[in-house]
């Protein structure tokens, strides 16, 4: 038997989500706190740098979401704006990756960019940028630029606008006064740039999962946010996706793959299996289960019973019930597979809707969850997570306490940030820009 | 014999170097042991450091009282980001926020933005005031207990508490609701400085806290009082407004102290003192907006000196009296535009 040195085994990158507005807080848990109050926020930063976390994350929206023509009430809604409380969150964390989601459609480059290098600036290298698009004119309604562009036209924007952020980093950091920027959206010019990037440039972030979303951020970010179901589609979507990445002159590197996950721990499998059923039966109330089945069917579905079968009505298409929220691509196939599962299992509309919902989920004791979480990223389904608590602000409190230690046990997790800077934690060393640049 | 009116102090942290936050927190937390009504970082729609919004928000956690109030500009941003931004400036401070209204009207500025025609001033205010009142609605959009967590029905908020705005400016409309929930102030200090007489009207529509360029205590104290009249004219009650010199300060070590002139003081923190007394006994305003010409030496020299003198003679606070931004203003929290009015959801 050879003995050499052992090769490094693969770090697991673990990031924390704030819930904002979604369907996933159990917010009658009499645990679950304040969404808005920044000490939940403090709280919830403060876990993840206990747990050495890369980075907290926030997601945006921009207008309130209607069903039926009015808001939405079922849900968590309400939210402050990102890059505010996170320049708050600099203050109460030293090391922690502060991630704004912020759209690319309703904003502007230069303005945005600088805001961007401001919150990196002012939390020591910590920033990044997730970036959204958006097309629907229900949300422009809100916005001077208002909601006319097509689906192409807002990724080509999106694209140029990355570009042209990027554009006015990297002229801040090689100590350029002044930038110009023409293209087919934007025609910008000016004497000052924004403050230089401690860390080179922002980190790009990107969540999404179409074929344009994917070369989108095999080209141009730094992290991908996904979500998929199985080892097996996670290790599909992670080879698609690191192989594009050459066509733009990056390493497969250069771009972290995390999908957002759930975890819910026990002291025995069966304790967390029973645990995650009750949390899926808190989410779906039997009044989200009727909204959920709206939502993939386009129409008032109010007079079923939750308790009862999926009606046997077809979808409509070009239904307006909802407003705000991604509609199934095909509500008919949606539907089709609704059904097919609900005659399979004999499951009520309640339990259908549990069942489809779902979200990635790592449940188990501690160790099995860690040990799932590492065979994961050693087999290249991802390279880390994004962890998406149910309870807010003290979700995370128990993976931190117990998980996290199994992890670092496992040689998969680090015992101390080795540096100081989101990119750092992220192990990214392309940035294109020297930090020492004058 | 009625008391006087309480004697309001703000000083600006703002000036070069802007890259280093500690220094910020430096200055605001002087003001603060100082026992200041609020600091205000000033900005520019392309300003060379850090955004004051995100400065002031980074500074929050680590102070307790002192207002803050970062200049926001109007002309080439969204006002519903803008709102949301003030918005959560006060719940990360906990009430403590407000925002200093500006325009964008140099062409430098518009190239940042490639925006094709040049706003003049006077445009540019009118949309400035459009941006705060358009603020208001969207602060006031969520009502103060619109959050139920209504677990029988399942319902999170009360949706009829929640409200369009359906605002519609010159230059952008706004359907609404916010997505931030309304803030712990109900509505941050809205500060416009009307210095300027472009940007009078705006000032006496929209303002809590009126910026007058210091000249004479006799030219100064007209000027407040024509805008306390337009206000009243608008309808407003123009006990709400806050009136703030602004000077210019030199506490050197250098001679006697020297009349204001264009907005300017030189001279020793007591000589300083003596002037914001004599202002503030003849009633020429509320109070002063101090910019120390050097913040890192001349901030403290204010409180340590003015601030102290002042106190001695009872002429300001010994401590804060309050927790927010409004209470050290004596500005009381405004009702909700549609809860008064019960506006349809």
Redesign the interface.
Request: proline letters at 6%.
């Given at each position: 038997m050879t003995t050499g040195p052992t090769p490094p085994r693969k770090q697991i990158h673990l990031a924390a989500h704030f819930p904002g507005?979604n369907n996933t807080t159990v917010?009658?848990d009499p645990r679950s706190g304040s969404q808005?109050?920044?000490d939940s926020f403090?709280h919830l930063a403060r876990t993840a740098e206990r747990g050495l976390f890369d980075f907290f994350f926030l997601a945006e929206?921009?207008?309130?979401r209607e069903h039926k023509g009015?808001?939405?009430?079922?849900?968590?809604?309400?939210?402050?704006?990102s890059?505010?409380?996170l320049?708050?969150l600099?203050?109460?964390t030293d090391r922690l990756g502060l991630a704004a989601t912020v759209n690319a459609t309703?904003?502007?480059p230069?303005?945005l960019a600088?805001?961007l290098?401001?919150?990196d600036?002012?939390?020591g290298g910590r920033a990044a940028w997730n970036v959204v698009t958006s097309s629907d004119a229900f949300t422009g309604?809100?916005?001077?630029?208002g909601g006319f562009l097509d689906r192409a036209d807002r990724y080509t924007r999106a694209a140029e606008f990355v570009a042209a952020a990027r554009a006015l980093w990297d002229a801040a950091g090689a100590g350029q006064r002044s930038f110009a920027w023409s293209g087919d959206h934007?025609?910008?010019?000016?004497?000052?740039t924004p403050?230089?990037s401690p860390q080179g440039r922002p980190v790009v972030i990107q969540a999404g999962d179409s074929d344009e979303g994917r070369e989108f951020a095999a080209s141009a970010a730094d992290v991908i946010f996904t979500r998929h179901g199985t080892l097996e589609a996670g290790r599909a979507f992670y080879r698609d996706v690191k192989r594009r990445l050459p066509r733009h002159g990056r390493r497969e590197e250069d771009l972290k793959l995390m999908p957002g996950v759930t975890v819910v721990l026990g002291d025995t499998a069966a304790d967390a299996q029973e645990r995650a059923a009750e949390i899926r039966r808190q989410q779906i109330?039997?009044?989200?289960a009727i909204h959920a089945l709206e939502l993939v069917w386009g129409r008032d579905l109010s007079a079923y019973d939750p308790d009862g079968p999926l009606p046997d009505v077809d979808p409509d298409p070009d239904s307006a019930l909802v407003q705000g929220r991604v509609r199934h691509a095909d509500p008919f196939e949606a539907a089709a597979r609704w059904r097919a599962l609900s005659e399979e299992k004999g499951l009520s509309i309640r339990q259908t809707v549990i069942e489809t919902t779902s979200r990635q989920s790592f449940i188990g004791t501690p160790s099995a969850v860690a040990a799932a979480m590492a065979e994961f990223v050693e087999r290249d389904a991802a390279d880390g997570f994004i962890l998406v608590p149910h309870l807010t602000p003290g979700g995370l409190d128990g993976f931190v306490d117990t998980v996290v230690p199994l992890l670092q046990e496992r040689g998969v997790f680090r015992t101390r940030y080795t540096g100081t800077t989101l990119r750092e934690h992220l192990g990214l060393t392309g940035t294109g820009v020297e930090r020492s640049a004058a | 014999m009625p008391a006087p009116a309480p004697l309001h102090l703000a000083a600006e942290i703002g000036g070069p170097p802007h890259d280093d936050p500690g220094r910020l927190l430096g200055l605001a937390r002087t003001a603060e042991e100082g026992l200041l009504d609020f600091v205000t970082l000033a900005d520019s729609f392309g300003g060379p450091g850090p955004d004051a919004l995100g400065a002031l928000a980074r500074i929050a956690p680590e102070t307790r009282r002192i207002g803050l109030v970062p200049t926001v500009t109007t002309t080439h941003t969204e006002p519903f980001h803008v709102q949301a931004g003030v918005a959560t400036l006060d719940w990360v401070s906990r009430g403590r926020a407000g925002w200093r209204v500006d325009v964008s009207t140099s062409a430098a500025e518009n190239r940042l933005v490639g925006r094709r025609e040049l706003l003049g001033p006077e445009a540019a205010w009118a949309e400035a005031g459009e941006v705060a009142e358009v603020s208001r609605l969207l602060w006031d959009s969520w009502e103060d207990d619109a959050e139920i967590r209504d677990t029988p029905t399942g319902r999170f908020v009360d949706r009829d508490k929640l409200h369009y705005v359906d605002y519609r400016g010159t230059a952008f409309g706004v359907r609404g609701p916010s997505i931030v929930p309304r803030p712990p102030q109900g509505h941050p200090v809205t500060v416009v400085d009307a210095s300027a007489a472009v940007s009078r009207d705006t000032a006496a529509r929209h303002a809590d806290v009126v910026l007058l360029r210091a000249g004479t205590a006799e030219e100064t104290a007209a000027r407040g009082t024509e805008l306390r009249a337009r206000a009243a004219a608008l309808g407003r009650d123009p006990g709400t407004l806050r009136i703030l010199a602004t000077l210019v300060v030199d506490l050197g070590d250098g001679p006697a102290a020297s009349a204001p002139g264009g907005g300017h003081f030189g001279g020793s923190p007591a000589g300083l003192a003596d002037l914001i007394a004599r202002w503030h006994a003849g009633g020429a305003v509320d109070g002063f907006h101090l910019v120390p010409l050097a913040p890192d030496t001349g901030l403290a020299r204010l409180t340590a000196g003015t601030v102290a003198a002042l106190r001695e003679r009872g002429l300001f606070r010994d401590r804060y009296e309050d927790t927010t931004l409004r209470g050290h203003l004596r500005l009381a929290r405004p009702a909700n535009h549609f809860a008064t009015t019960g506006g349809a959801s």
């Amino acid at each position: 038997m050879t003995t050499g040195p052992t090769p490094p085994r693969k770090q697991i990158h673990l990031a924390a989500h704030f819930p904002g507005v979604n369907n996933t807080t159990v917010w009658a848990d009499p645990r679950s706190g304040s969404q808005i109050d920044f000490d939940s926020f403090v709280h919830l930063a403060r876990t993840a740098e206990r747990g050495l976390f890369d980075f907290f994350f926030l997601a945006e929206g921009l207008r309130l979401r209607e069903h039926k023509g009015r808001v939405h009430d079922l849900d968590v809604v309400g939210r402050p704006e990102s890059i505010t409380v996170l320049n708050a969150l600099a203050a109460v964390t030293d090391r922690l990756g502060l991630a704004a989601t912020v759209n690319a459609t309703f904003n502007e480059p230069w303005e945005l960019a600088r805001r961007l290098a401001s919150l990196d600036l002012l939390s020591g290298g910590r920033a990044a940028w997730n970036v959204v698009t958006s097309s629907d004119a229900f949300t422009g309604e809100n916005f001077r630029r208002g909601g006319f562009l097509d689906r192409a036209d807002r990724y080509t924007r999106a694209a140029e606008f990355v570009a042209a952020a990027r554009a006015l980093w990297d002229a801040a950091g090689a100590g350029q006064r002044s930038f110009a920027w023409s293209g087919d959206h934007f025609a910008i010019a000016g004497e000052s740039t924004p403050p230089r990037s401690p860390q080179g440039r922002p980190v790009v972030i990107q969540a999404g999962d179409s074929d344009e979303g994917r070369e989108f951020a095999a080209s141009a970010a730094d992290v991908i946010f996904t979500r998929h179901g199985t080892l097996e589609a996670g290790r599909a979507f992670y080879r698609d996706v690191k192989r594009r990445l050459p066509r733009h002159g990056r390493r497969e590197e250069d771009l972290k793959l995390m999908p957002g996950v759930t975890v819910v721990l026990g002291d025995t499998a069966a304790d967390a299996q029973e645990r995650a059923a009750e949390i899926r039966r808190q989410q779906i109330s039997p009044q989200n289960a009727i909204h959920a089945l709206e939502l993939v069917w386009g129409r008032d579905l109010s007079a079923y019973d939750p308790d009862g079968p999926l009606p046997d009505v077809d979808p409509d298409p070009d239904s307006a019930l909802v407003q705000g929220r991604v509609r199934h691509a095909d509500p008919f196939e949606a539907a089709a597979r609704w059904r097919a599962l609900s005659e399979e299992k004999g499951l009520s509309i309640r339990q259908t809707v549990i069942e489809t919902t779902s979200r990635q989920s790592f449940i188990g004791t501690p160790s099995a969850v860690a040990a799932a979480m590492a065979e994961f990223v050693e087999r290249d389904a991802a390279d880390g997570f994004i962890l998406v608590p149910h309870l807010t602000p003290g979700g995370l409190d128990g993976f931190v306490d117990t998980v996290v230690p199994l992890l670092q046990e496992r040689g998969v997790f680090r015992t101390r940030y080795t540096g100081t800077t989101l990119r750092e934690h992220l192990g990214l060393t392309g940035t294109g820009v020297e930090r020492s640049a004058a | 014999m009625p008391a006087p009116a309480p004697l309001h102090l703000a000083a600006e942290i703002g000036g070069p170097p802007h890259d280093d936050p500690g220094r910020l927190l430096g200055l605001a937390r002087t003001a603060e042991e100082g026992l200041l009504d609020f600091v205000t970082l000033a900005d520019s729609f392309g300003g060379p450091g850090p955004d004051a919004l995100g400065a002031l928000a980074r500074i929050a956690p680590e102070t307790r009282r002192i207002g803050l109030v970062p200049t926001v500009t109007t002309t080439h941003t969204e006002p519903f980001h803008v709102q949301a931004g003030v918005a959560t400036l006060d719940w990360v401070s906990r009430g403590r926020a407000g925002w200093r209204v500006d325009v964008s009207t140099s062409a430098a500025e518009n190239r940042l933005v490639g925006r094709r025609e040049l706003l003049g001033p006077e445009a540019a205010w009118a949309e400035a005031g459009e941006v705060a009142e358009v603020s208001r609605l969207l602060w006031d959009s969520w009502e103060d207990d619109a959050e139920i967590r209504d677990t029988p029905t399942g319902r999170f908020v009360d949706r009829d508490k929640l409200h369009y705005v359906d605002y519609r400016g010159t230059a952008f409309g706004v359907r609404g609701p916010s997505i931030v929930p309304r803030p712990p102030q109900g509505h941050p200090v809205t500060v416009v400085d009307a210095s300027a007489a472009v940007s009078r009207d705006t000032a006496a529509r929209h303002a809590d806290v009126v910026l007058l360029r210091a000249g004479t205590a006799e030219e100064t104290a007209a000027r407040g009082t024509e805008l306390r009249a337009r206000a009243a004219a608008l309808g407003r009650d123009p006990g709400t407004l806050r009136i703030l010199a602004t000077l210019v300060v030199d506490l050197g070590d250098g001679p006697a102290a020297s009349a204001p002139g264009g907005g300017h003081f030189g001279g020793s923190p007591a000589g300083l003192a003596d002037l914001i007394a004599r202002w503030h006994a003849g009633g020429a305003v509320d109070g002063f907006h101090l910019v120390p010409l050097a913040p890192d030496t001349g901030l403290a020299r204010l409180t340590a000196g003015t601030v102290a003198a002042l106190r001695e003679r009872g002429l300001f606070r010994d401590r804060y009296e309050d927790t927010t931004l409004r209470g050290h203003l004596r500005l009381a929290r405004p009702a909700n535009h549609f809860a008064t009015t019960g506006g349809a959801s």
